[in-house]
């Protein structure tokens, strides 16, 4: 069946280290991919998306690019913050499902100052 | 847009009674979904509906929960009675139903069986 699957965490980083969460998905048909981010005690928001091969999401300086190829969605930023610290979730939601979202399990990110 | 707003933001209850969670979705957003987030289990979706319809509902873990959408601008979630497994968030989330949305997520309740 379709599913996320998200590397496990928690990851923990320095301020200013290089970021990658790595998001790899399987899908019948062709589907949108989403990375929301959960900050503590608050919903999940929105934070990039893609919908067709080779898109590339960006927001707030993260980035994901749509690799139907190895079927992944990495998540990456440059350089991170403290206030960066939170769950990051890889999500898709397939054309037939419209709005319905599959979610991988969620990455803990904590960035130490 | 005041965005997706749940009720209560919190909920302690004793084990057995009745508790029901309430929604109302963006205005104009004609999908609504019910997600558990648990540390165990991660996000898991209970049920969404389409135009107050509800579509998929495999995801209601046992006869104990049930959700309505009586119209557009008002859901809610209820469990009945309720066990001290049921304690996790409950997050509401509405979206308009075409390709490529994505959803937008409320506060989420966070319930507490005693």
């Known amino acids: 069946g379709d599913s996320v699957t998200q590397m496990e965490g928690p990851v923990t980083l320095s301020e200013e280290a290089c970021l990658t969460i790595?998001?790899?998905?399987?899908?019948?048909?062709?589907?949108?991919l989403f990375w929301y981010v959960q900050y503590p005690g608050e919903g999940l928001q929105l934070l990039l998306k893609?919908?067709?091969?080779?898109d590339k999401g960006s927001n707030k300086g993260f980035e994901a690019t749509y690799r139907k190829e190895t079927t992944s969605f990495h998540l990456e930023k440059g350089s991170v913050q403290v206030s960066d610290s939170a769950v990051y979730f890889c999500?898709?939601?397939?054309?037939?499902?419209?709005?319905?979202?599959?979610f991988g399990q969620g990455t803990t990110l904590q960035v130490k100052p | 847009d005041a965005g997706v707003i749940q009720s209560p933001r919190h909920e302690v209850t004793e084990m057995g009674q009745e508790v029901t969670l309430r929604c109302k979705p963006i205005?104009?957003?004609?999908?609504l979904f019910w997600y558990r987030q648990t540390m165990m289990r991660g996000l898991e979706l209970l049920i969404y509906?389409?135009?107050?319809?509800?579509?998929?509902d495999s995801g209601m873990p046992e006869d104990r929960f049930s959700a309505k959408m009586p119209n557009a601008s008002f859901s809610t979630l209820k469990i009945q009675p309720s066990e001290p497994r049921d304690s996790a968030v409950y997050f509401c989330?509405?979206?308009?139903?075409?390709?490529?949305?994505?959803?937008?997520f409320g506060q989420g309740t966070r319930l507490t069986v005693v």
């Open positions: 205005s104009g957003h004609n999908s």
């Open positions: 893609a919908t067709k091969a080779d």
């Open positions: 790595n998001c790899t998905y399987t899908a019948t048909g062709y589907p949108s």
């Open positions: 509906f389409n135009n107050n319809v509800p579509i998929d």
């Open positions: 989330a509405s979206s308009r139903r075409q390709v490529n949305t994505e959803a937008f």
């Open positions: 999500a898709l939601s397939l054309p037939s499902n419209t709005g319905k979202l599959i």
